[in-house]
């Protein structure tokens, strides 16, 4: 699924998803408070971290989307990294 989609990550804590191949948007996520600056797909995943401390694990085939939220970062989450299951 992710493979045909682009994030891009805004100040103002909005998430814009887009359709590579069409060149549209097809999805705004707003459930950060601050900047946006880490993002990652993980399977059917999304995952993103921000300047509010936090990162939102969102699944992007369900409307009400986020799905885990962590909060106990002491600083903005400027990378993500995910463990390798192989």
Do not use: P, W, Y
Request: aromatic share 4%.
């Amino acid at each position: 699924m992710h493979d045909q989609l682009m994030c891009i990550g805004h100040s103002n804590g909005a998430i814009e998803i887009f359709d590579i191949e069409k060149g549209q948007r097809v999805r705004k996520l707003l459930k950060h408070e601050n900047r946006v600056s880490a993002l990652m797909f993980i399977d059917n995943l999304l995952i993103s971290g921000s300047k509010d401390k936090s990162i939102l694990v969102h699944d992007l085939r369900l409307q009400d989307h986020v799905v885990k939220t962590f909060n106990k970062h002491k600083g903005e989450v400027c990378t993500l990294k995910a463990k390798n299951e192989s």
